[in-house]
């Protein structure tokens, strides 16, 4: 019999289990994991990534009705811009085509918002760090190349591996420089930000890459504000302003030098693979129809001569995966000035909510979230970039523009 003998303290308190991984899940983190895991396998899942995009979102949809509705409330441009979209088949030249696009997109929208609205960005930006991991281990396994030169993987194309391949690069270097994250998330950022940034040089796209390296140089600009108090990052922004047109002005009287320097250094053409030519030939077709356009994403469409003469022009035997090369002008000749003005202000607001977002809070979530605005700002001169149906720029565009948001509501309140 111990009675008579003192107790200790510790001796009358159970010892904590030891802290190993721990698994936990939730059906909404679930359903968005295979969400957005359909959308980075779209290469291998081909029409399935459609279906299981479709019923994850949907589920989150019909389980929480409320919740979408109030959040489609908040996020009512994004929709305007869906339905004028979808709109366009009453004026599109090929209105079949635009009626089932416009309703993909919209279905994408909002199962978007749905997405934003059930689960934390934190978790958003894992699951993407982890399906895009996958994406690039699979391309490496794969060892696809072009036969002159240029690395596909899983993909269609160098510019789509590099589209890829650029994401994940900036998702894990968000994420490793994040110390809120556990050692598990941020090794795997490690392995992230190698694979992505060898992926990216082995698809050999210029223009990728160029925007991911001006995306990750703007690190420093916004770890430098986020040291500043208000008053003080006004000044450094607009003396930054300042500097930058400078520049932009002393480097205008240079800009024959530069372009050959340019041209030379990627092996283009002085036309940039044609891209001028392209220009002109969208232009022609926006002052033919200024305000409403062709109808979206009924231009490059079998059968429409213009774009079969294009085709033949520019050699894409294919007859797909072909477009003007600059984000406004292309999206201006599908839905008109009015759409692409819709979705260029959705476009800026998600830059501009994101970046403020990111100066305040010091998270790796939006630092993530403004690296890829960045390097989309920076691709969208020379490429399309928004908005796509079953897309996962679409899906990140709307969560800067959601997510940054509602911080900035946070912080009045």
């Known amino acids: 019999m111990l009675t008579g003998l003192p107790i200790h303290a510790d001796m009358r308190r159970p010892r904590p289990a030891r802290q190993g991984l721990r698994l936990t899940w939730s059906p909404d983190v679930v359903a968005a994991t295979v969400a957005i895991g359909a959308l980075a396998l779209v290469p291998l899942l081909e029409s399935l990534s459609a279906l299981a995009f479709l019923a994850a979102g949907m589920w989150l949809i019909v389980t929480g009705p409320d919740r979408i509705l109030r959040a489609v409330r908040q996020e009512w441009l994004v929709v305007l811009m869906a339905v004028w979209c979808l709109s ?11 009626i089932r696009y416009g309703l993909q997109l919209f279905l994408t929208i909002l199962i978007v918002i749905a997405i934003c609205d059930r689960i934390p960005v934190r978790i958003l930006t894992k699951i993407v760090l982890a399906t895009h991991l996958v994406a690039g281990v699979l391309s490496l396994a794969s060892g696809r190349a072009r036969d002159v030169g240029g690395f596909l993987g899983i993909y269609g194309s160098k510019n789509a591996l590099a589209a890829a391949m650029g994401l994940l690069f900036l998702v894990s270097f968000a994420v490793l420089l994040d110390r809120r994250m556990s050692w598990l998330w941020r090794s795997l950022g490690v392995v992230g930000s190698v694979l992505g940034l060898m992926l990216l040089v082995m698809g050999q796209s210029t223009g990728a890459l160029a925007a991911v390296v001006a995306a990750v140089l703007a690190v420093g600009p916004i770890l430098l504000l986020q040291r500043l108090n208000a008053p003080t990052r006004v000044i450094v922004v607009v003396l930054s302003i300042v500097l930058t047109a400078s520049v932009v002005v002393m480097l205008s009287t ?27 030939i969208a232009f022609k077709e926006i002052v033919e129809r200024p305000f409403l356009g062709a109808g979206f994403q009924a231009f490059w469409v079998h059968g429409n001569p213009l774009a079969e003469e294009l085709w033949s022009m520019f050699g894409i035997k294919a007859r797909s995966g072909f477009h003007f090369h600059n984000t406004l002008i292309s999206n201006a000749v599908e839905i008109g000035l009015i759409g692409a003005i819709l979705q260029a202000s959705i476009f800026f607001m998600g830059l501009w909510y994101v970046l403020k977002w990111t100066i305040r809070s010091h998270s790796g979530p939006s630092l993530f979230l403004a690296l890829f605005m960045v390097r989309q700002l920076m691709s969208m001169g020379v490429e399309v970039v928004f908005f796509f149906q079953f897309d996962i720029l679409t899906v990140l565009t709307i969560a800067a523009l959601y997510y940054g948001r509602n911080f900035s509501l946070s912080q009045r309140a």
């Open 88 to 98: 366009s088949f009453t004026w599109s030249d090929y209105p079949a085509l635009t």
């Open 254 to 280: 240079m800009v024959d030098t530069l372009a050959l320097m340019f041209l030379d250094a990627t092996g283009k053409d002085v036309t940039l693979t044609g891209r001028t030519d392209l220009w002109r």
